[in-house]
C-alpha cells in the first residue's frame, strides 16, 4: 500500500502521511466519520464487504475512514504491511499475546518494561499455561540462556522502561529466527522517527500513542503494525473479536498530535541530551542514564539502530529513596506525574509508581533502583528546566559526594 508521499522524509510524512484516501470537498484535514455503521447501496454489495471481495466499511469496529487514515500514517512511518489502531497502548499489547501465544508457549522479555506489560504476563496470562521469563535483553548471551523449545515470542522494549537501557535489535532478530520466534518490539519510547524496528527484521511492533505520537497528555491510544500480511490478518481477526478497537474521535486527536510529532521530538530530544549533561556534572546526582551521553553503556547502539537518543533520562541522586522523593516533591516547572512524550515535562519516581507492582527483588534485578527519577523531558525552554532541577536539588539538600 505505497502512498504517493512513501519516499518522503518522515519530516514529511508526518505531515502527510494518511491523507491518501481523497477526502471530499477537498478537506485538508482528516474528517471525523462519526458513524458507528455505513450503509451499501445493495444487498450485493453488503455481501460483498462481508465476503471481503469489496473492501469498503461495514461497522466502525471492523474499520472506520478517520481511523484507517491514522493506520496508514503510522504504518507508513514504520515501514510495516499494515496498522491496526487500538484504544490503548495495552489493547495492542494483549491482542499481541492473545493472537499468537497459547498454553504451553513461553516468552521472554526485556527486564525492565513497561510495568504493566510484564503484570499482564505474569499475572493474568499465566492463569492460561503461557510462561514468562524477564531478562535484561541489553545482554544477548541473557537473552540466548532463556530460550527454550517452547519459546514463541521475545517481547523487546528499547529503550526500556524506566532504566533507559538499550536492546541490540539485529542480534535479537537473529536469536528470534533461530528458535522460530515473533520479535514483538515496543516502540513507544523511540517513536518511528528514532527507530524502526521493522526495517532491522522485527515482525510486529506496539505503540502507545498516548504517549509520544499524540504528544498532549490529553488521549490514550494505542497500535499494532505488523511486517507481513499474515500477521497481519491474524491480529485483525483476533482484535475485532476482542473489540479493543479505537473510535473515530480519539483517531483524529491522534492524527493531530502526529502532525507536529517532528519538531516536538526533536526540542525535547535537544532538551533531554542538555539536561542530561547537565545532571551528570552536578555533585548531587550518583549516576544518569541517557544513551546520548558517552557513560552509557549501550551508547554505540545510538548510531547503529536509532536516528536518536530520545527524550527520555533516569538519574540518582546521593541519599538515595528519601531525598529522591524530595527532588520530586520540590520541582515546579516539572509536573509530577506518570506517563510521557507530551510537550510538558514529566518527573515520577518508579519504584513506587509505575512498577510499584514489580516485588522489590525483581525490581533490584532489573535495574529499577529506589533513588532511581525519571524524567520525561518536554518542549519548555531548556533554560528553565536546568533552573528547576537545579533549585530543587539545592531544595532537596542532596548531600553531596564531588
Ligand atoms: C504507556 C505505555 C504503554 C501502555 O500504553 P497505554 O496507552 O497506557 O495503554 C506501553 N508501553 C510503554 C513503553 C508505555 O510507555
Redesign the pocket.
Given at each position: 500500500m505505497a502512498s504517493k508521499k512513501s519516499s518522503a522524509r518522515p519530516e514529511t510524512q508526518v505531515i502527510h502521511a494518511g491523507l491518501d484516501e481523497a477526502p471530499e470537498y477537498g478537506a485538508v484535514s482528516v474528517p471525523i466519520y462519526q458513524s458507528a455503521t455505513f450503509s451499501f447501496r445493495s444487498a450485493d454489495e453488503g455481501a460483498s464487504r462481508f465476503s471481503g471481495l469489496d473492501t469498503g466499511y461495514k461497522y466502525t469496529r471492523l474499520g472506520n475512514p478517520t481511523v484507517r487514515a491514522l493506520e496508514r500514517a503510522v504504518c507508513a512511518l514504520e515501514e510495516g504491511f499494515r496498522g491496526l489502531a487500538t484504544a490503548?497502548?495495552?489493547a495492542a499489547?494483549s491482542t499481541v499475546f492473545l493472537t499468537f501465544l497459547r498454553s504451553g508457549d513461553h516468552v521472554i522479555g526485556t527486564d525492565a518494561v513497561?510495568g504493566?506489560?510484564r503484570l499482564l504476563l505474569e499475572k493474568q496470562l499465566a492463569k492460561f499455561g503461557i510462561e514468562s521469563s524477564w531478562v535484561p535483553t541489553e545482554d544477548l548471551t541473557a537473552v540466548r540462556e532463556a530460550l527454550r523449545p517452547e519459546t514463541r515470542m521475545l517481547f523487546v522494549?528499547t529503550p526500556a522502561?524506566p532504566t533507559i537501557k538499550l536492546t541490540d535489535l539485529e542480534g535479537c532478530v537473529e536469536l528470534a529466527r533461530d528458535c522460530q520466534a515473533l520479535l514483538v518490539v515496543?516502540n513507544?519510547?523511540a517513536t518511528p522517527l528514532l527507530q524502526k524496528p521493522i526495517c532491522f527484521g522485527a515482525d510486529i511492533v506496539v505503540h502507545?500513542l498516548?504517549?509520544f505520537v499524540n504528544g498532549h497528555s490529553d488521549v490514550?491510544?494505542?497500535m499494532i503494525v505488523a511486517a507481513r500480511k499474515k500477521l497481519h490478518d491474524r491480529l485483525a481477526s483476533m482484535l475485532h473479536g476482542l473489540g479493543g478497537t479505537m473510535d473515530p474521535h480519539q483517531a483524529w486527536l491522534v492524527l493531530r498530535g502526529l502532525r507536529t510529532m517532528a519538531l516536538r521530538v526533536e526540542r525535547a530530544q535537544e532538551n533531554a541530551q542538555r539536561l542530561a549533561a547537565f545532571l551528570e556534572t552536578h555533585p548531587g546526582v550518583s549516576w544518569v542514564s541517557y544513551p546520548g551521553l558517552p557513560s552509557h553503556p549501550q551508547h554505540h547502539l545510538v548510531w547503529r539502530q536509532m536516528e536518536g537518543p530520545g527524550a527520555m533520562v533516569s538519574f540518582g541522586v546521593h541519599g538515595g529513596l528519601r531525598t529522591a522523593k524530595s527532588v520530586i516533591d520540590a520541582v515546579r516547572v516539572a509536573t509530577l506525574a506518570v506517563?510521557?512524550g507530551g510537550v510538558e515535562t514529566l518527573i515520577e519516581h518508579p519504584a513506587s509508581m509505575t512498577h510499584a507492582g514489580i516485588s522489590g527483588a525483581e525490581r533490584q534485578k532489573a535495574g529499577i533502583r529506589d533513588d532511581l527519577i525519571r524524567i520525561a523531558v518536554g518542549c519548555e525552554a531548556y533554560e528553565d528546566l536546568q533552573a528547576d532541577l537545579e533549585t530543587a536539588l539545592a531544595e532537596a539538600a542532596v548531600p553531596t559526594h564531588a
Amino acid at each position: 500500500m505505497a502512498s504517493k508521499k512513501s519516499s518522503a522524509r518522515p519530516e514529511t510524512q508526518v505531515i502527510h502521511a494518511g491523507l491518501d484516501e481523497a477526502p471530499e470537498y477537498g478537506a485538508v484535514s482528516v474528517p471525523i466519520y462519526q458513524s458507528a455503521t455505513f450503509s451499501f447501496r445493495s444487498a450485493d454489495e453488503g455481501a460483498s464487504r462481508f465476503s471481503g471481495l469489496d473492501t469498503g466499511y461495514k461497522y466502525t469496529r471492523l474499520g472506520n475512514p478517520t481511523v484507517r487514515a491514522l493506520e496508514r500514517a503510522v504504518c507508513a512511518l514504520e515501514e510495516g504491511f499494515r496498522g491496526l489502531a487500538t484504544a490503548t497502548g495495552m489493547a495492542a499489547i494483549s491482542t499481541v499475546f492473545l493472537t499468537f501465544l497459547r498454553s504451553g508457549d513461553h516468552v521472554i522479555g526485556t527486564d525492565a518494561v513497561y510495568g504493566p506489560t510484564r503484570l499482564l504476563l505474569e499475572k493474568q496470562l499465566a492463569k492460561f499455561g503461557i510462561e514468562s521469563s524477564w531478562v535484561p535483553t541489553e545482554d544477548l548471551t541473557a537473552v540466548r540462556e532463556a530460550l527454550r523449545p517452547e519459546t514463541r515470542m521475545l517481547f523487546v522494549e528499547t529503550p526500556a522502561n524506566p532504566t533507559i537501557k538499550l536492546t541490540d535489535l539485529e542480534g535479537c532478530v537473529e536469536l528470534a529466527r533461530d528458535c522460530q520466534a515473533l520479535l514483538v518490539v515496543d516502540n513507544t519510547f523511540a517513536t518511528p522517527l528514532l527507530q524502526k524496528p521493522i526495517c532491522f527484521g522485527a515482525d510486529i511492533v506496539v505503540h502507545s500513542l498516548t504517549k509520544f505520537v499524540n504528544g498532549h497528555s490529553d488521549v490514550v491510544a494505542g497500535m499494532i503494525v505488523a511486517a507481513r500480511k499474515k500477521l497481519h490478518d491474524r491480529l485483525a481477526s483476533m482484535l475485532h473479536g476482542l473489540g479493543g478497537t479505537m473510535d473515530p474521535h480519539q483517531a483524529w486527536l491522534v492524527l493531530r498530535g502526529l502532525r507536529t510529532m517532528a519538531l516536538r521530538v526533536e526540542r525535547a530530544q535537544e532538551n533531554a541530551q542538555r539536561l542530561a549533561a547537565f545532571l551528570e556534572t552536578h555533585p548531587g546526582v550518583s549516576w544518569v542514564s541517557y544513551p546520548g551521553l558517552p557513560s552509557h553503556p549501550q551508547h554505540h547502539l545510538v548510531w547503529r539502530q536509532m536516528e536518536g537518543p530520545g527524550a527520555m533520562v533516569s538519574f540518582g541522586v546521593h541519599g538515595g529513596l528519601r531525598t529522591a522523593k524530595s527532588v520530586i516533591d520540590a520541582v515546579r516547572v516539572a509536573t509530577l506525574a506518570v506517563s510521557l512524550g507530551g510537550v510538558e515535562t514529566l518527573i515520577e519516581h518508579p519504584a513506587s509508581m509505575t512498577h510499584a507492582g514489580i516485588s522489590g527483588a525483581e525490581r533490584q534485578k532489573a535495574g529499577i533502583r529506589d533513588d532511581l527519577i525519571r524524567i520525561a523531558v518536554g518542549c519548555e525552554a531548556y533554560e528553565d528546566l536546568q533552573a528547576d532541577l537545579e533549585t530543587a536539588l539545592a531544595e532537596a539538600a542532596v548531600p553531596t559526594h564531588a
